[in-house]
């Protein structure tokens, strides 16, 4: 681990970084651009290295998601990437309004080409309704809200002669829900998992449900990113075309992904060499084989926060507060509060 205010030893890479508040560390502060001058040394040299995965572990009020959107702005006031080349991923609309808000400060109205800064949701609706056609929907397809899907189970529970009271529609949607933030598709689903709904009927339910969904031009909101992936997996040149569209992408609370919400990730992020970055919160495991580095290690309490940058491990100053209490390892937030996400 390298020592406050130096650069990792193991990377010949990393820009030196002069002693805080020493006459090296002034006269850089009066040369930088205004939205990097508020920055710690290691704020600063997250920002800056642009080439590379990058992966920020750091407990509660110790400026995570204002590293991420200082390092939008740098992409943009550098060059090095257009506003349309940027994925910038969050959870709720209200964080991708905040989010959008500080760029916008710091760079100006440039931040309104970036169609590509959203929540999971939204952005998966823009996928789907540029290639409806190749998962089986129309453009125009109509996105179901809770109820709507479950007055379709209950019609389909109708239809094989299921005692709605027994098996409740709320209950299989749930179980559907589930299996889509899972990343499965009905012939994906675990034979014991299936069978734990009228007597086995689950797989059949969800497999009538789907084909239902489609025959009606609709999708639910597990929807959005289940056909995503199938659309990335099942074509290939589509899947490139958003490899190649985005350069940067940068996923803010990265540990609160689920599994289908990482197998997203991970399409859009492997074979490729273009830089990643992925700010994460404390105690959650990082199973992302693209980003590097020490995903292991965790802030305790008091402990302040890390950056992780090229497998080496720099300590950021001590955090304001505490961590933040750890999350759902399946993604809470991604279930319930991007469900404000409909487009």
Known sequence: MAEPGKAPRDDPHAPPMPQPGGIAARAQAATLAPYLQDLNSEQRLAVETLEGPVLVLAGAGTGKTRVLTTRIAHILATGRARPSDILAVTFTNKAAREMKQRVGAMVGQIVEGMPWLGTFHSIGVKILRRHAELVGLKPDFTILDQDDQIRLLKQLLQAENIDEKRWPARVLAGLIDSWKNRGLTPDQVPAGEAASFAGGRGKKLYTAYQERLKVLNAADFGDLLLECIRLFREQSEVLRQYQARFPYILV??????????????????????????????????????????????RSEPGEGCRLTLRRSCIPLPRASRGPSPPRGPQGERGRKKDRAARC
């Open 252 to 297: 803010d609370e990265y540990q609160d992904t689920n599994v289908a919400q990482y197998l997203w990730l991970r399409l859009l992020g492997q074979s490729t060499s273009a830089p990643r970055s992925a700010i994460p919160s404390p105690r959650a495991p990082l199973p992302s084989p693209r980003v590097r580095g020490e995903g292991g290690e």
